[in-house]
Each structure stands twice: as C-alpha cells, then as structure tokens.
C-alpha cells in the first residue's frame, strides 16, 4: 500500500529554521509532481512549494526567497527547507505527490497525514 509519511515539524521561535521530510513508501511505480501544502488554523489549505519530476519548481509568493523544496528520486522522498520562519507560517504542512504504484497503469494523488509546525516564541 502507497502512502506519504511526514516527518520533522515541530516548535522554532521566529527567524528560526526547520526542515520538515516527507517519504513516499509502498510498491511506487513512479513519481511525478511532488508538493508541500499548509493549512494554518482556521483557514484553507494553500499551496506553499511544488517541484517536477524534472527538477523545476514553484513557491508560493509569501515563501519565495525563505523556503527552499527539494527532492531525492532514489529515496522517494521531498523535503521543505524554512528559512526566516514567521509566526504566520504556523500551520499543518502536508505532503503531497502524483505517483503511479508499481502494480497499475496510472497516477493518482496521494497525500500524507500532516505535521505541525508551530512558530512562536
């Protein structure tokens, strides 16, 4: 069975940083599109970073320059590095991937339960 696991939220006072890992586990045939959503509390899920199998990637405007998303094909695994984080950057960051399993013809989203990240001092 596919599933997205995250790990590495936690608690970082302002100006910190945090490096939050999702890994993708299971039969995977291949991995296409990967991405870190937030939803912080009580508002939408937004999308923070996006990065393609080919490497090119997307950030939300109030993360570029601070937020850095990368990837590890051989491990099946994303990662979400936070530079100067914000007390408005608390949120549950979800792992996200389009990904084919080894034992069907096509790609499905997939997401990952969530971790908490919380800035505060």
């Known amino acids: 069975q596919v599933q997205l696991v995250e790990s590495g939220g936690g608690l970082v006072q302002p100006g910190g940083s945090l490096r939050i890992s999702c890994a993708a586990s299971?039969?995977?045939?291949?991995?296409?599109?990967m991405a870190w959503y937030r939803q912080p509390p009580g508002k939408q899920r937004e999308l923070v970073a996006r990065?393609?199998?080919?490497?090119?990637?997307t950030y939300a405007d109030s993360v570029t320059g601070r937020f850095t998303i990368s990837r590890d094909d051989a491990k099946k695994m994303v990662y979400l590095q936070m530079n100067s984080l914000k007390p408005e950057d608390t949120a549950v960051y979800s792992c996200?991937?389009?990904?084919?399993?080894?034992?069907?013809?096509?790609?499905?989203?997939?997401w990952g339960q969530g971790t908490q990240v919380t800035v505060s001092s």
């Open positions: 996200y991937a389009n990904l084919r399993a080894s034992s069907v013809y096509y790609f499905r989203d997939y």
């Open positions: 299971g039969a995977i045939g291949s991995v296409g599109l």
């Open positions: 990065i393609r199998s080919g490497g090119s990637t």
